[in-house]
């Protein structure tokens, strides 16, 4: 059955949407990343313009990310202090993107540093974590090797002001810690265009040395503020987010993001870490044979993000 | 003598009035071009997948029939991707284009090219190689915007948005009169708004007669309230989308709940 967008002018298979809302919302219930990178390219190809597809994909992760917090609270697994930290330091990330944005397009060929940044962020960061987990697995030897690194790292973070206790993911910071990292991956997603669940979970996981289930509940917290914002951003300036689209996508979404938090329940977090760094090194694979394989059409939908 | 002269000259230019007249009688055919589209009112509601639009009228015995579907010229912005550093593809800025349809659709009985001299061609904006000439763009050379166009082209007709077909437009001739149809497909993707249909009957090389119809698509009922509220009231609207959302997920929450999904 084929049903009319109103605001991205087309028709399209309900199935279509439903079915990439489950797959996504079950990514999203499972690793606590909102599922951008996977979603709006998708929904370009099938026919979606571009700008539209991004903005209504940010509606739809409001309820996909809402789904999957309210699943994982149940349990006791979101940190809302933590959050609360991580967004604060995102929103300033968010404003101080934007101004780098211009500074970096005012050099010129912005576009070609921030990809390759991204790609070999995304490159280390999956490598890492895949061998580290396989090692972890394994529990090698090297296990005290490493740990007498991060000790290093922990003694710094320790050294810092303001430590405060986060009761939830039971670990002490100072709270510049979160407001930085958050920033950090602020400034990122404001320049990528992204959501930045990818970069989020490995940096609770490593450097905020939180519990994996934990980070997945948390982070679909921190993200639901985040696509809030940016759904009515869209619709107020750019009147780019479709909601018959954005309903079909949630549909399928919502029920994802429950089963994706009852599955992530019962794996461990060794098994967690393993899949989601398979899919960050699937990812980067994708965006760089975007960026290297020739396109069939060189002229797509113009204007906005 | 001179009234010799005088009955030479009036001669002369009978001659030529009889000679124009028959020409002009050649080039206009007997001016009884019609043309009429079936769907002339396409409404969008939710269930709409494209439609169909037939063209039919009659025209005169030995004529070739041009028809042309077209939006009213238009600006557009579309993103161009080139190779940067030499080898990534990535967005390398904006092409802009001016008086370019929208939608184009054109359907003869034969090549454009072989029924029409290229100045008819041009006059007329008949064939892709004519509208590259009509259309204006930020094109460094006219290597680059033929290049361009030919892009455009190429993603037009990817969204099913520019056509071109020879010979599908069936002929019949009865009493002297011609009559002459086509089914097309009416995409989905075809913005709403007015559009033209152009009826050209061709003869020698040269339009001989026009006729046009019009067909108007138009969202209805809850798809135009919806379109005009993103527009009109885009707070509301995005307000509204973002509680929809918070709703579904909490309502799909409490449903895993009380189903003892996620313990």
């Given at each position: 059955?084929?049903?009319?967008l109103?605001v991205?002018?087309?028709?399209?298979?309900?199935?279509?949407?439903?079915?990439?809302?489950?797959?996504?919302?079950?990514?999203?219930?499972?690793?606590?990343?909102?599922?951008?990178?996977?979603?709006?390219?998708?929904?370009?190809?099938?026919?979606?313009?571009?700008?539209?597809?991004a903005?209504?994909d940010?509606?739809?992760?409001?309820?996909?990310?809402?789904?999957?917090?309210y699943?994982?609270?149940?349990?006791?697994?979101?940190?809302?202090?933590?959050?609360?930290?991580?967004?604060?330091?995102?929103?300033?990330?968010g404003?101080l993107?934007?101004?780098?944005?211009?500074?970096?397009?005012?050099?010129?060929?912005?576009?070609?540093?921030?990809?390759?940044?991204?790609v070999?962020?995304?490159?280390?960061?999956?490598?890492?974590?895949?061998?580290?987990s396989?090692?972890?697995?394994?529990?090698?030897?090297?296990?005290?090797?490493?740990?007498e690194?991060?000790?290093?790292?922990?003694?710094?973070?320790?050294?810092?002001?303001?430590?405060?206790?986060?009761?939830?993911?039971?670990?002490?910071?100072?709270?510049?810690?979160?407001?930085?990292?958050?920033?950090?991956?602020?400034?990122?997603?404001?320049?990528?265009?992204?959501?930045?669940?990818?970069?989020?979970?490995?940096?609770?996981?490593?450097?905020?040395?939180?519990?994996?289930h934990?980070?997945?509940?948390?982070?679909?917290?921190q993200?639901?503020?985040?696509?809030?914002?940016?759904?009515?951003?869209?619709?107020?300036?750019?009147?780019?987010?479709?909601?018959?689209?954005a309903?079909?996508?949630?549909?399928?979404?919502?029920?994802?993001?429950?089963v994706?938090a009852?599955?992530?329940?019962?794996?461990?977090?060794?098994?967690?870490k393993?899949?989601?760094a398979?899919?960050?090194?699937?990812?980067?694979?994708?965006?760089?044979?975007?960026?290297?394989?020739?396109?069939?059409?060189?002229?797509s939908?113009?204007?906005?993000? | 003598?001179?009234?010799?002269?005088?009955?030479r000259?009036?001669y002369?230019?009978?001659?030529?009035?009889?000679?124009?007249?028959?020409?002009?009688?050649v080039?206009?055919?007997?001016?009884?071009?019609?043309?009429?589209?079936?769907?002339?009112?396409?409404t969008?509601?939710?269930?709409?997948?494209?439609?169909?639009?037939?063209v039919?009228?009659?025209?005169?015995?030995?004529?070739?029939?041009?028809?042309?579907?077209?939006?009213?010229?238009?600006?557009?912005?579309?993103?161009?991707?080139?190779?940067v550093?030499?080898?990534?593809?990535?967005n390398?800025?904006?092409?802009?284009?001016e008086?370019?349809?929208?939608?184009?659709?054109?359907?003869?009985t034969?090549n454009?090219?072989?029924i029409?001299?290229?100045?008819?061609?041009?006059?007329?904006?008949?064939?892709y190689p004519?509208?590259?000439?009509?259309?204006n763009?930020n094109?460094?050379?006219?290597?680059?915007?033929?290049?361009?166009?030919?892009?455009?082209v190429?993603f037009?007709?990817?969204?099913?948005?520019?056509?071109t077909?020879?010979?599908?437009i069936?002929?019949?001739?009865k009493?002297?009169?011609?009559?002459?149809?086509?089914?097309t497909?009416?995409?989905?993707?075809?913005?709403?708004?007015?559009?033209?249909?152009?009826?050209?009957?061709?003869?020698?090389?040269?339009?001989?007669?026009?006729?046009?119809?019009?067909?108007l698509?138009?969202q209805?009922?809850?798809?135009?309230?919806?379109a005009?509220?993103?527009?009109?009231?885009?707070?509301?609207?995005?307000i509204?989308?973002?509680?929809a959302?918070?709703?579904?997920?909490?309502?799909?929450g409490?449903v895993f709940?009380?189903?003892?999904?996620?313990?």
């Amino acid at each position: 059955m084929y049903l009319y967008l109103p605001v991205a002018l087309t028709s399209i298979n309900i199935l279509i949407p439903i079915g990439l809302g489950l797959v996504v919302g079950l990514l999203s219930g499972l690793f606590g990343v909102g599922g951008g990178f996977l979603m709006t390219p998708l929904l370009i190809m099938f026919g979606i313009p571009s700008t539209i597809a991004a903005a209504t994909d940010s509606n739809q992760i409001v309820a996909a990310s809402v789904s999957g917090t309210y699943a994982h609270w149940k349990v006791g697994n979101v940190d809302f202090k933590m959050g609360l930290y991580l967004l604060i330091g995102g929103f300033l990330g968010g404003l101080l993107g934007v101004e780098f944005i211009k500074v970096l397009r005012a050099m010129g060929n912005a576009g070609f540093v921030i990809k390759v940044t991204y790609v070999l962020m995304l490159g280390i960061v999956g490598t890492y974590m895949f061998i580290e987990s396989i090692q972890s697995m394994r529990k090698k030897k090297s296990e005290e090797v490493v740990q007498e690194k991060e000790s290093r790292i922990a003694n710094f973070l320790k050294s810092l002001p303001f430590q405060t206790r986060f009761e939830k993911s039971g670990v002490t910071h100072s709270v510049i810690v979160p407001v930085f990292l958050g920033a950090l991956v602020g400034i990122l997603a404001a320049i990528m265009g992204v959501g930045g669940g990818f970069l989020m979970v490995p940096i609770m996981f490593y450097i905020l040395k939180m519990p994996m289930h934990v980070i997945v509940g948390t982070s679909l917290f921190q993200i639901l503020f985040t696509c809030v914002e940016v759904t009515f951003l869209q619709s107020y300036t750019n009147h780019t987010v479709d909601f018959v689209l954005a309903v079909l996508l949630l549909l399928g979404s919502t029920f994802g993001a429950q089963v994706g938090a009852i599955f992530g329940h019962k794996l461990k977090a060794d098994q967690l870490k393993i899949l989601l760094a398979v899919i960050v090194l699937l990812v980067t694979v994708k965006i760089i044979s975007e960026l290297t394989l020739s396109p069939s059409l060189l002229l797509s939908q113009g204007g906005g993000h | 003598m001179k009234n010799q002269g005088l009955i030479r000259k009036a001669y002369v230019i009978l001659q030529m009035l009889i000679v124009s007249l028959l020409l002009l009688s050649v080039d206009t055919a007997s001016a009884r071009l019609t043309a009429q589209a079936n769907h002339d009112h396409i409404t969008v509601d939710f269930f709409y997948h494209g439609s169909t639009v037939s063209v039919r009228g009659i025209s005169d015995p030995n004529t070739d029939i041009i028809i042309k579907l077209t939006s009213e010229d238009a600006h557009q912005t579309l993103r161009k991707k080139g190779r940067v550093g030499g080898f990534l593809w990535m967005n390398v800025g904006e092409l802009e284009i001016e008086h370019a349809p929208k939608v184009y659709s054109l359907h003869s009985t034969k090549n454009v090219e072989d029924i029409l001299s290229k100045d008819e061609l041009d006059k007329y904006v008949i064939g892709y190689p004519s509208l590259e000439s009509h259309v204006n763009m930020n094109a460094s050379d006219e290597g680059e915007k033929t290049r361009w166009f030919n892009e455009f082209v190429k993603f037009k007709e990817s969204s099913n948005l520019y056509a071109t077909t020879a010979g599908k437009i069936s002929l019949t001739e009865k009493d002297g009169i011609q009559n002459y149809y086509i089914l097309t497909q009416w995409p989905f993707q075809a913005p709403p708004g007015r559009y033209t249909v152009t009826v050209y009957a061709v003869k020698n090389k040269k339009v001989v007669e026009t006729a046009t119809s019009g067909v108007l698509v138009e969202q209805v009922g809850m798809v135009r309230s919806f379109a005009d509220m993103a527009k009109n009231n885009a707070a509301v609207y995005g307000i509204i989308s973002i509680f929809a959302a918070l709703s579904a997920g909490f309502g799909v929450g409490l449903v895993f709940r009380k189903s003892g999904g996620a313990h």
